[in-house]
């Protein structure tokens, strides 16, 4: 929004109509849209936007999070390989467990469900006679992928870039 309000970029609607902020801001807000409060009401949030000029930034490191593991880690058990229904049967099991003097790391933490986890217990996976599936990692996603592995639905106006890819 800073970038389409100060003339850096344009919006472009899902039949590739390209908009400045003055225009953007006259568009109608619909159904499933997402909109930004602003004195005189709401703005609806561009899906797509074009940048005039990039200036690339250095790659900021992913955080460690519950979320991001598990998206590292496909939402499933690295020790069985199963897929709960539920996001909440999963854990988070340190390989070397924290009483051992294992760290909150990327390198140290891997999904698990309840059932892995209980089994290995305090141990370490080879102590435990468990297998990893792949060895823990810290990813190195852009800030694109990100929004493309939290995106609950590809919205419309993407379409045309996602086939490109």
């Not at 141990?123 to 006679?129: F, I, K, L, M, R």
Request: net charge positive.
């Amino acid at each position: 929004m800073v970038l389409l309000y100060g003339g850096a970029a344009t919006a472009i609607d899902e039949a590739g109509e390209s908009y400045d902020f003055d225009l953007w801001r006259d568009q109608p807000i619909r159904e499933g849209d997402d909109a930004v409060p602003i004195v005189a009401g709401a703005i609806r949030v561009p899906r797509v936007v074009h940048l005039h000029h990039y200036d690339r930034q250095p790659r900021l490191t992913v955080r460690l999070t519950r979320r991001n593991l598990m998206f590292r880690d496909a939402h499933e058990c690295q020790y069985c390989g199963k897929k709960p229904s539920h996001k909440s049967d999963l854990n988070i099991d340190h390989v070397l467990p924290r009483s051992r003097g294992g760290k909150d790391s990327w390198e140290n933490l891997v999904t698990s469900c309840r059932a892995c986890n209980l089994r290995k217990g305090w141990h370490t996976p080879d102590e435990a006679n468990m297998r990893l599936k792949r060895r823990p990692f810290q990813p190195k996603w852009s800030a694109v992928a990100q929004i493309l592995l939290g995106a609950d639905a590809k919205f419309k106006e993407w379409e045309p870039f996602l086939k490109a890819s």
